[in-house]
């Protein structure tokens, strides 16, 4: 199985650029495909799809979130961040089955 | 809009099996989409379980493989889970959720599955 690793968690102040990384364990890319997925998770509510191939943004999200990345490095950046972005963000890879996810970050506030 | 609903037993007795049901509308499950079943841990690890596409074929996790049946009812919309021999190790929260190679879109709100005696 392709293994994702996040960090547990990073802390920012509200206004500033909050930058998660997301290292696979092999490439999830094909072609010019990066099969790489990003998704914030707040307490009692389902995941919610942000950005999927890397650097596409989903449907109805603020253009504040973005993502970057091919091959096993990728990153999602939100900035500026606001309150309401205080969430767990995973990412998770579609290159290979099985689908897996990394353990997720904890954004928290400075 | 697609919106998806799991619903089942809130609590499993260990070597019994788990049975869960997805509801689906705003989309006809043969229409497109894989339908998917993907779990979360308490302590946050996430994992999927597997899907039945939209013409019914199946893939699941190898870790789950001997364990683990996903079928569907087209006349009701619905897509199921059965998950056999479960243990303590099994308690998790489960998602049903729409699957594409653009990740998994809608998600169903979860529900919480206890394995205990």
């Known amino acids: 199985d392709i293994v994702l690793t996040q960090s547990p968690a990073l802390a920012v102040s509200l206004g500033q650029r909050a930058t998660i990384s997301c290292r696979a364990s092999?490439?999830?890319?094909?072609?010019?495909?990066?099969?790489m997925h990003w998704y914030q998770q707040k307490p009692g509510q389902q995941p919610k799809l942000l950005i999927y191939?890397?650097?596409n943004l989903a449907s109805g999200i603020p253009a504040r979130f973005s993502g970057s990345g091919s091959g096993t490095d990728f990153t999602l950046t939100i900035n500026p961040v606001q309150a309401d972005d205080i969430a767990t963000y995973y990412c998770q890879q579609s290159r290979e089955s099985p689908n897996t996810f990394g353990a997720g970050t904890k954004l928290e506030l400075k | 809009e697609i919106q998806l609903q799991e619903s089942g037993p809130g609590l499993v007795k260990p070597s019994q099996s788990l049975s869960l049901t997805c509801s689906v509308t705003g989309y006809t499950i043969t229409s497109g989409y894989d339908w998917s079943w993907i779990r979360k841990f308490p302590g946050n690890k996430m994992e999927w379980m597997g899907y039945?596409?939209?013409?019914?074929?199946?893939n699941y996790n190898p870790s789950l493989k001997i364990r683990i049946s996903i079928t569907r009812d087209t006349s009701k919309n619905q897509f199921f889970l059965q998950l056999n021999s479960v243990t303590t190790e099994d308690t998790a929260t489960y998602y049903c959720?729409?699957?594409?190679?653009?990740?998994?879109?809608?998600w169903g709100q979860g529900t919480l599955v206890t394995v205990s005696s």
């Open positions: 092999q490439s999830v890319s094909i072609s010019r495909y990066n099969l």
């Open positions: 039945i596409s939209n013409s019914g074929s199946t």
């Open positions: 959720a729409t699957y594409t190679y653009q990740g998994f879109a809608y």
């Open positions: 191939r890397a650097s």
